[in-house]
Nanobody, 126 residues
Framework: QLQASGGGLVQAGGSLRLSCAAS????????MGWFRQAPGKERDIVAA????????YYADSVKGRFTISRDNAKNTLYLQMNGLKPEDTAVYYC?????????????????????WGQGTLVTVSS
């Protein structure tokens, strides 16, 4: 129901735009988020956005470099990634929250996201 795409190999300093297309269900009324998991590490939140797009959260490690957005008419979530660093290398997942307006604590809690995409690999070379 959630299909992430747009990953690939890029040099440090480069950019990528990830997309997450929803099908079979409308996620436009739910908050959504991007997460990433590097080899041997836990899955962490990267960014999240409220259903209307007016509220967003960013992990400190990506603030100022990544931008999350959504097009509810297209049922699609995006993550624009600029200034990529080797430490951004990971599998990136999109997910839909169970709420439309989660609190900040709920927004960063992986357990609050019942719907997950399959992941797309981002590799940043130095």
């Amino acid at each position: 129901q959630l299909q992430a795409s747009g990953g690939g190999l890029v040099q440090a300093g480069g950019s990528l735009r990830l997309s997450c297309a929803a099908s079979g269900r409308t996620f436009s009324t739910y908050a959504m988020g991007w997460f990433r998991q590097a080899p041997g590490k836990e899955r962490d939140i990267v960014a999240a956005i409220s259903w209307g797009g007016s509220s967003a959260y960013y992990a400190d490690s990506v603030k100022g470099r990544f931008t999350i957005s959504r097009d509810n008419a297209k049922n699609t979530l995006y993550l624009q990634m600029n200034g990529l660093k080797p430490e951004d290398t990971a599998v990136y997942y999109c997910a839909a929250h169970r709420l439309s307006w989660p609190t900040p604590q709920q927004m960063v809690n992986l357990d609050e996201y019942p719907y997950w995409g399959q992941g797309t690999l981002v590799t940043v070379s130095s």
